[in-house]
């Protein structure tokens, strides 16, 4: 589920980017912004769910690792589900500023939220950029970090997040 949600995460980057930069793009809003809306939404279901699972199962980020490097992989773990979870409430009160409520596949639900269409382009789509960069910086320092832990350190930390059994080797 790991790597799927950041293909996911990914994916919305890129579509995010093009409908604000690529004129293309930008002529087929309407497509591209349900597209973007129902993909923030499945990252926000599926972060919920890992969420819950390392919950449960009271999995620690940083397992193994001495304390200060355990509470430096906490700190971006925490800094990565809260930036998803902002994102997505700041992407659902966006999508009820500009009157179209949430759709989610077939599911179509409105949102007890005044339209207002002028706050949206003037502050919330800023403020949902600005969140995407923070969010892509913050995973390009996980990403960093994995890669640091396996080539340098040579421990097994990009082995237990890697979607293949434990005991292959890279």
Do not use: C
């Amino acid at each position: 589920m790991h790597w799927f949600i950041a293909l996911l995460v990914l994916f919305q980057g890129l579509l995010g980017y093009f409908m604000l930069h690529v004129g293309w793009f930008r002529e087929h809003l309407t497509t591209e912004i349900l597209i973007h809306q129902q993909m923030g939404l499945l990252i926000l279901g599926l972060s919920l769910w890992m969420l819950s699972i390392r919950l449960f199962k009271r999995a620690r980020s940083g397992n193994g690792l001495n304390a200060l490097n355990a509470r430096l992989a906490e700190a971006v773990h925490v800094l990565l589900y809260g930036l998803i979870f902002i994102q997505s409430a700041v992407g659902i009160w966006m999508m009820g500023l500009l009157g179209k409520g949430l759709w989610f596949f077939a599911w179509h639900v409105a949102l007890p939220i005044h339209p207002n269409p002028v706050l949206v382009f003037r502050v919330v789509l800023p403020i949902h950029a600005a969140i995407a960069e923070s969010l892509a910086g913050i995973i390009m320092l996980h990403t960093v970090a994995a890669l640091y832990h396996h080539f340098v350190l040579h421990d097994d930390v990009l082995r237990r997040m890697s979607p293949v059994n434990s005991s292959d080797k890279f």
